[in-house]
């Protein structure tokens, strides 16, 4: 559809169009989460988070920066996990690129999850452009620093930074919920927030049985904080099923592990592709479990579909086939499909001819990049009815 309004109101129009969709793709501050340590979180993730002021004298000249590769020196384990992770990569090419171009309100917004603490705002602010991974994205700081006293699961006595003083908090999903969960000013579809991650967690039996965000994505203390990009973490939270029996094909995919919808954001797919032959033709049949929504300036967001799985819940796929016929079913992880497929797109046309050739050139990567991080989960192949109903083998295909 054309605009057909002067330029400067179409372009503020493109502009409210940019906004809305950036809420799809980065958090907004909950604002009303029922939940006491959520409040106790809200008040230690004041955000973005202050600047932390002078160093106290009696912290060791180690300790006086509070950058990652500092913390590093005496923390090399947790330094290297951090650094291979999406939150040290937060401060992403498709956030850096589009940047100048949102309002200083919304790109406020955007930062208060990607790069939480008030010095590395300044440091954007300063030069308005960053090459990405330079702001650090969700560092070391930004969750264990305020005003230079270190916070943490555990009391430590005698650091080169003075004490480290431990919070319940930190071994709590209230900690991960001010940047994982939409509040009442967050946008909210068909009654369920855009990010509702913890309180699809707070519903499930996982909640129930003291099992915390940190006990999945931070097991042991790693600092990994791996997610449906890595294959392995999906596996602990999708399984499947697949059996040949003598009317056709039955395949059954369950969220086993995950303690949130699987997935939880909207921006992945998965998909379970069945494939069979019949004579010369190839012929398949897909179902999709993914959260699919649609943004457009006359209707505005919508919900297309909804088939991601909660906590145990099952999808099935039954599909019927002559004795004679083989099939072969794979289960496809698109981490990024909603980036790829839609987002990044979007974000392109409407701000194409105003970003700088810097800023298109990192749109244009996260874009390729982004159709790239797909993984097949799970191959099973199903043999021919030979009479009797089989569990047909589920293998873990290479990579």
């Known amino acids: 559809m054309i605009c057909k309004r002067s330029f400067w109101r179409c372009w503020a129009c493109m502009l409210a169009a940019l906004r809305s969709l950036m809420s799809l793709m980065l958090a907004a501050t909950p604002t009303g989460i029922a939940h006491a340590t959520v409040q106790s979180a809200l008040g230690y993730w004041t955000l973005p988070v202050p600047q932390q002021g002078s160093v106290p004298p009696t912290h060791h000249r180690f300790a006086v920066r509070i950058d990652a590769a500092a913390c590093g020196l005496c923390h090399p384990q947790q330094y290297e996990q951090w650094r291979k992770s999406l939150h040290a990569r937060a401060d992403s090419m ?9 309002a200083a309100a919304t790109r406020g917004k955007c930062l208060e999850c990607h790069t939480p603490r008030a010095e590395q705002q300044a440091l954007w602010a300063k030069s308005r452009a960053a090459a990405p991974g330079q702001l650090q994205g969700v560092d070391c700081a930004g969750c264990h620093v305020r005003k230079h006293q270190r916070f ?6 005698g650091t080169p930074h003075g004490t480290v003083e431990a919070l319940s908090l930190f071994q709590q999903s209230a900690f991960c919920a001010p940047c994982h969960q939409f509040g ?10 855009l990010e509702n991650t913890y309180q699809e967690w707070l519903a499930s039996r996982h909640a129930q049985q003291g099992r915390s965000c940190q006990t999945c994505h931070m097991p042991q203390g790693q600092h990994h904080f791996r997610g449906i990009h890595d294959p ?7 399984k499947l099923e697949v059996h040949r029996r003598s009317f056709g094909i039955e395949a059954r995919a369950w969220n086993a592990g995950a303690g949130h919808a699987l997935p939880t954001y909207p921006t992945p797919r998965i998909r379970l592709l069945l494939e069979w032959s019949e004579g010369e033709h190839r012929r398949r049949r897909e179902h999709t479990i993914q959260r699919h929504l649609d943004w457009n300036p006359i209707e505005g967001w919508r919900e297309l579909s909804d088939t ?3 906590p145990d819940q099952t ?5 019927p086939l002559a004795h004679s016929h083989q099939a072969t079913l794979t289960v496809i992880v698109e981490p990024d499909a909603d980036y790829h497929d839609r987002v990044y797109p979007e974000l392109l046309a409407m701000l194409g001819d105003s970003l700088s050739e810097k800023d298109l050139a990192l749109l244009e990567r996260a874009w390729l990049e982004s159709g790239q991080s797909s993984y097949r989960l799970y191959r099973s192949n199903c043999p021919a009815w030979t009479g009797s109903d089989v ?7 290479d990579p």
Do not use: W
């Open 94 to 102: 498709g956030l850096l690129g589009q940047l100048p171009a949102l």
């Open 152 to 157: 943490g699961a555990n009391t430590r006595d």
């Open 184 to 193: 009442e000013d967050g946008v909210s579809l068909n009654g369920k927030p």
């Open 232 to 238: 392995q973490m999906t596996r602990r939270g999708l």
């Open 308 to 310: 991601r799985l909660l």
């Open 315 to 319: 999808a099935k796929l039954v599909q």
């Open 391 to 397: 569990l047909c083998p589920v293998t873990i295909p």
